[in-house]
């Protein structure tokens, strides 16, 4: 009889391990690696942060007043009122939604920044300013920049601010000679959430999002929304964000991550490439990465920990190599030379 429940339960833990829900890095694909944002915890991180040194400094009135001139330029005290005229809801409001993990991955950005640099380059329409010109440039159906949101919400919370949300969307969309049309699409069973940007008649862009129990996946291009849900239907993509260098060194490092940001190099580089001026008439920027070591260069990585007491940061490089550039770092674990009024245990490195 109990060797009859062992095998019950053992069947049943394998059955659950199969059928367990994957990783948002494992189901994003590699494209999307350009920068990564991944916050394990969101309520953790919010609550760190109300208790962090940073906030109580930014929030003490001597400070306030020193910074005073730079408050107002960025214009702090106006945030929660423009965080409610963009978003429907009070920032407050928002952060009771997401109860979990949250992850932003994005790419496209070295192909967009180029396109975007050419049509400036072409004369911009009469009667237009340079701001409205390069905000349609920017939003042309063959932008290449795309990028993909999964975080663990509260489902409720989220449908009760959501006509909130597309309301306010609506108007700023209003106030640019947009219009913002909504449907429904259904997906491998899932409801999708389709949202059509458009302007003069034409559709600009199509993104959308699609609530799968507490998960919530956006995108400002529906098919890219299509795929994320397919890889999470199958439990992974072929070639997914878990798979690259910076994320999986990322993920093994010790220090507690309320935020982890990575960042993929080679689409600076390919950009670098790409620009290669006439011979004769500069310098190679292939020549010049290699001199550097920057071909070595896989990945960057910076982790930050919110503290009671402190903020900790970690930095870190991938590289396949160690020459260039990469000999000016200390690769040698332990404390490395630090000015004398930080604590001993300011600074440390590792080649880990």
Excluded at 32 to 61: A, Q, S
Excluded at 79 to 88: I, K, L
Excluded at 186 to 202: A, M, N, P, V, Y
């Amino acid at each position: 009889m109990k060797r009859a429940i062992l095998a019950v339960a053992g069947g049943l833990f394998v059955l659950g391990q199969a059928f367990a829900a994957p990783r948002p890095e494992e189901i994003i694909p590699e494209r999307f690696g350009e920068i990564v944002t991944i916050v394990p915890d969101v309520p953790k991180l919010l609550k760190d942060w109300d208790e962090n040194p940073i906030l109580k400094t930014w929030e003490d009135p001597q400070v306030k007043k020193f910074l005073g001139p730079l408050r107002k330029r960025m214009e702090v005290d106006q945030w929660s009122d423009n965080a409610r005229e963009a978003t429907g809801a009070s920032f407050e409001e928002w952060r009771r939604v997401v109860r979990g993990s949250l992850v932003l991955a994005v790419g496209g950005i070295a192909e967009s920044v180029q396109e975007n640099a050419k049509r400036k380059r072409e004369r911009r329409p009469r009667g237009k300013s340079e701001e409205e010109a390069a905000e349609g440039e920017s939003e042309g159906a063959t932008d290449p920049f795309e990028g993909i949101l999964i975080a663990e919400v509260d489902a409720k919370e989220y449908e009760r601010l959501l006509p909130r949300l597309e309301e306010a969307d609506q108007v700023s969309a209003r106030k640019k000679g947009k219009e913002i049309r909504r449907r429904t699409e259904e997906f491998q069973g899932e409801t999708l959430h389709i949202e059509e940007s458009i302007r003069d008649g034409k559709t600009i862009r199509v993104g959308g999002w699609v609530l799968m129990g507490n998960k919530l996946f956006s995108s400002n291009r529906v098919e890219v929304l299509k795929e994320v849900v397919s890889n999470h239907k199958r439990g992974g993509a072929e070639r997914s964000l878990a798979g690259m260098p910076q994320v999986k060194k990322a993920r093994a490092r010790p220090i507690q991550q309320d935020i982890l940001i990575c960042w993929d190099p080679k689409t600076v580089r390919e950009k670098i490439r790409s620009d290669v001026p006439p011979e004769g008439r500069g310098p190679d920027p292939e020549k010049i990465i290699r001199a550097l070591g920057l071909d070595a260069v896989e990945g960057v990585i910076l982790a930050v920990d919110l503290e009671p007491e402190a903020t900790r940061l970690e930095l870190g490089l991938v590289a396949s190599a160690h020459r260039g550039i990469m000999n000016l770092l200390a690769l040698r674990d332990g404390a490395p030379s630090r000015p004398a009024f930080t604590p001993e245990d300011a600074v440390a490195a590792s080649s880990q």
